[in-house]
């Protein structure tokens, strides 16, 4: 299976604690994108990277939040300290830059739960 | 603030019944994509829409894309049970490569 993979699929953490997350995209996708997803919800974006330089953020990202993409291949998502608000579902999606349009391939996310 | 809405938010029916959705913005859209996501899943894109008055089917499903790029909606025929899901259409203002999603449509289909 050659799609998105995150890991891991569930994580449930005590407030306060760090956790990290790891995104293996489509290994010939170089556009990674990290969303987050509550109940009832579409998922809202993060961050955004574009090979290995990470081009965007959201407003709403805390200082809390970091993600890196190393080698313009994987990508972890770090959150420090955490907080029960920070209980969501973690999507990241992949897709190939050859147009603005290029559909997103999503993982089937990690599920913090803080509590 | 650029939104995506979408309506209902919630649909429950019966197998066999037809149902539509809908999404809608205030600013013109350049394209517009519709995915679905399954419970416990991540989204999966169902089809993508460019050109005013654009009627794309993919098979029971069709979708349409509003003559003034505003809006669109999704019609499906003789729902199924595996129609269940959330579906969340996304748009990328300004050529932005960043899609942003509506909050979706949740559908069950009863057997």
């Known amino acids: 299976d050659t799609g998105v993979s995150q890991d891991p699929r569930h994580k449930i953490t005590k407030r306060g604690q760090n956790v990290t997350f790891r995104c293996d995209p489509i290994s010939e996708h170089n556009r990674l994108y990290w969303y987050r997803q509550t109940l009832g919800q579409g998922p809202e974006f993060l961050t955004y990277?574009?090979?290995?330089?990470?081009?965007?953020k959201s407003r709403l990202l805390s200082d809390r939040f970091s993600a890196e993409r190393p080698k313009g291949s994987f990508s972890t998502l770090e959150i420090q300290r955490t907080e029960q608000g920070d209980s969501a579902m973690y999507l990241c999606?992949?897709?190939?830059?050859?147009?603005?349009?290029?559909?997103?391939?999503f993982g089937n996310g990690t599920r913090l739960t803080v509590t | 603030t650029q939104l995506l809405e979408q309506s209902p938010q919630f649909l429950s029916i019966q197998e066999g019944e037809n149902l539509t959705v809908y999404c809608n913005s205030s600013s013109v859209f350049s394209s517009l994509q519709w995915y679905r996501q399954e419970p416990g899943e991540g989204p999966v894109l169902l089809v993508t829409v460019v050109t005013g008055g654009e009627v794309k089917k993919l098979k029971r499903l069709t979708f349409q894309f509003g003559d003034a790029r505003k809006d669109s909606s999704l019609h499906i025929t003789a729902a199924q049970p595996g129609d269940t899901g959330l579906y969340l259409c996304a748009q990328r203002w300004g050529g932005s490569y960043i899609p942003t999603f509506g909050r979706g449509t949740s559908l069950i289909v009863h057997p």
């Open positions: 990277f574009q090979n290995e330089a990470q081009l965007e």
């Open positions: 999606a992949s897709s190939f830059s050859s147009s603005s349009d290029s559909p997103l391939h």
